[in-house]
């Protein structure tokens, strides 16, 4: 009995620890009144992940967060660091627990993490898997309407469409290119039609992009790649080609995508309804 005892305390007292979703490793910087805050916002976002592609690409995620002096937005900047995965959040701490979890910055960067670093001619494809990843994640956590999730998916491709009209060099170049020519929307809002594409086709098959994911994650997730070699360990973990038959297009386009809104809205209302 008092075995028994001694183990479940052990269990008690170190398998939550052990099993933490989360790691916060500069709480030392920041100031003892905002550590509630800025905790439940990190837990917040890494469930809301987690409810999107069922699974964390590694446990427990590594955060740092720096106070921000540009108090414009609750999240200036963010970034990941891919010498151990951890995520850098530049944060006004100023602003409150419902302005932080409202944020996009958080979902992107955790969204970053699925995927490996890839090559300067796929830049196009990390940002757009982690500007569409955001939207489901947001929408499914239910920090945004189905309205306000075809109203951002609409607005960003619009102004991917834009940037497009002053760069007609193929994606992978405009890729390679992207902070010199600063291409920043044509790049992230490309990437994102590529992957509602993709995705939409997914579906035709019964499978959807978190599936397939998740499935990556569990056998391939590496911490370097080049963009073809992913698309190929995508089409084999989704049984079909449908990534490398898209990215051969995308690849070489000269010209932003179409995307219908009866599509965006067809997207809307399968990540609403699940
Ligand atoms: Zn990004």
Redo the contacts with the bound molecule.
Sequence with gaps: MKKFIVLITFFLVFLPAHSANYLWQNKQDIAKHQHEKIQQWLKFGVKATEKTFHKLPFKPIKFRVKPSKRNNEPVPWGQVNRMDNSILLHTSLKFSINDLKNDWTLY??LS?LYLPFLSDDARWL??GF?TYSQQIIMLKAGLLSSTEFVERISAGLKRGRKNTSMNDDMLFIASQNMRKQRSFMRNYWSGAAFFIEVDLALQQKGLNLPIVINRYITCCLTDEMRGDELISVLDEVSQSTIFSSFFQEYYVREDFPSITQKNINKLANFYNSK
Excluded: L, P, Q, R
């Design positions: 992107h960067e970053h990390s940002e982690a």
